[in-house]
């Protein structure tokens, strides 16, 4: 049923482009720790960038666990579902890194995504993939797509450049296990503990 992809062809990407959203799963290395899924999606957030390299931009949440994990041990999968149409599942293993926002990286990668808003940006998380599959979905729901939210959005937009530093630095500087996630200077040129 399910096959492996040597790279990403013309055909894959296009698929990966029409998804309205997509999971991301990232672990620490501890057996304890916490294991992280979240939602992402809003058109315009996710980007082939080769064959063998994707990235999304990460806007500002309530928590910083892939950005964590990947600091930690850099493993991330990110699971895309067919909710219409045929039915298909595709994960993309690989190691993963966060590009902050600031970083001169981060302005070569903007350019890659189709999202205008740039208030709330936090990362690009760029994926090197060590594995491409897919699989066959047959129990996944068929589901109308209406529209992206806005919530967040606006959220965002409410805010100026000058808050989004200090939300970093009181929510996003380390997981729910207390790794190490955005280091993230403060007013006086000091790094928060994370």
Sequence with gaps: MGKTYPSIDDSLNSWLSRQRMFFVGTAPLSGDGSVNVSPKGMAGTFAVLTPHRVAYLDYTGSGAETIAHLRENGRIV??????????????????????LAGEPEFDELRPAFGKDLT???????????????????YAVPLMDFRDDRDLLDRWQERHDDAFFPDYWRQRNAVSIDGLRAMDVPAPNGRIAAG
């Design 78 to 99: 990110l699971m895309f579902c067919a909710f219409d149409g045929p039915p298909k599942i595709v994960r993309l293993h690989g190691t993963g890194r966060a590009v």
């Design 119 to 137: 208030a709330g940006q936090r990362s690009a998380v760029v994926v090197d993939l060590t594995r491409i599959s897919d699989s066959c979905g």
